[in-house]
């Protein structure tokens, strides 16, 4: 019998390691297959919440925050594209990072409107648009293009960036994680209680998942 799994996924579009994490998850979740029946709810983090909308170049913005020399933040990338080539997403020339709040907006939007599979669609054609194509995440035209590209109502989604709808939602779902003490991402939480940090190789993620399965309904 296959057994159900709560998967909350906190993470920023403009994160390589979650879209790293978040392919890694995908591949452990297909290698365990049927055992598990998994619900997968992505949930806002802003690694630059000031950023401007005209963005900032990738070295420089890292450079200054992280201390990082040029040569550091070009084999930092090399290694990301690695690992993401080995769980089957690819990275591009991102050259720029950029404010990634409407971009939230839209996945709080397809979680609580959408189909079902909905957010998880439109969170890796963002992810896809941006480490990929190097697209501008802060640009509605942009986001509208990861909006069709996920099968989602591109009218529907022009609206809710229009109209600054679901600002106030993604704004309390942070503020609700930083509470918990989420400082860093992806921070992945399976059935309320058990967490994993960082963007970890499938294999991590399918043993994780196996022994939190085996563990339901266990009395602690």
């Not at 159900?4 to 297909?30: F, H, M, N, T, Y």
């Not at 993401?84 to 591009?92: I, L, M, N």
């Not at 059935?191 to 994780?208: C, H, M, S, V, W």
């Amino acid at each position: 019998m296959s057994q159900s799994l709560k998967i909350d996924v906190v993470s920023d579009v403009a994160c390589p390691w979650c879209a790293v994490g978040l392919a890694s998850l995908q591949r452990a979740l297909e290698q365990i297959g049927d055992e598990v029946s998994a619900e997968i709810v992505l949930h806002p983090f802003e690694l630059n919440p000031q950023m401007p909308p005209e963005g900032e170049p990738i070295v420089e913005h890292i450079g200054r925050k992280y201390g990082r020399t040029e040569a550091q933040v070009l084999s930092a990338q090399a290694e990301i594209r690695e690992r993401g080539a080995s769980v089957g997403f690819r990275f591009g020339a991102r050259t720029h990072i950029y404010n990634t709040f409407d971009a939230h907006r839209l996945l709080q939007w397809a979680r609580e409107e959408g189909p079902e599979g909905a957010q998880l669609a439109l969170k890796m054609a963002l992810l896809s648009a941006y480490f990929g194509d190097n697209k501008d995440m802060s640009n509605h035209a942009v986001l509208l293009d990861a909006v069709d590209a996920a099968g989602l109502d591109r009218a529907q989604a022009r609206k809710v960036l229009d109209e600054g709808t679901y600002a106030d939602e993604v704004r309390d779902e942070e503020s609700t994680y930083q509470r918990m003490g989420i400082q860093s991402v992806p921070s992945i939480i399976f059935n309320d209680k058990y967490l994993i940090t960082g963007g970890q190789p499938p294999e991590a993620f399918e043993r994780a998942i196996r022994e939190i399965v085996a563990k339901s309904g266990t009395p602690d």
